[in-house]
């Protein structure tokens, strides 16, 4: 996510890319851009990762509502739908 200031690690082969981008190489707004819309950090600690009283597709329901305000309730349960079993999750 370009978060760590610069130097701490290198990329010694490969890439990291999001979308087919190139996020090594990607502008510090460029970036932030991707930040605001195509990537977040999901947080480990299993205490505050996801909330166990709702659903994940809840929880990535109110992720849409919240960041994509032109989707419509059908688009965003068709997106919940797409991506809960792309990351081994049930929706329901």
């Known amino acids: 996510m370009g978060l760590l200031p610069p130097g701490i690690l290198s990329i010694s082969a490969g890439s990291i890319r999001v979308?087919?981008?190139d996020v090594a190489t990607a502008s510090q707004r460029r970036?932030?851009?991707m930040r605001a819309t195509r990537m977040a950090?999901?947080?480990q600690e299993p205490m505050?990762?996801?909330?166990p009283v709702h659903t994940v597709g809840k929880q990535v329901d109110e992720v849409l509502?919240?960041?994509?305000?032109?989707m419509s309730a059908s688009e965003?349960?068709?997106k919940?739908?797409?991506i809960c079993p792309a990351a081994?999750?049930?929706?329901?």
Do not use: P
Request: aromatic share 4%.
């Open 48 to 51: 505050t990762a996801l909330n």
């Open 65 to 70: 509502r919240l960041h994509r305000k032109n």
């Open 19 to 21: 979308e087919g981008e």
């Open 76 to 78: 965003r349960r068709a």
């Open 80 to 82: 919940v739908l797409d």
């Open 31 to 33: 970036l932030r851009e």
């Open 88 to 92: 081994s999750a049930n929706a329901s």
């Open 41 to 43: 950090m999901v947080f």
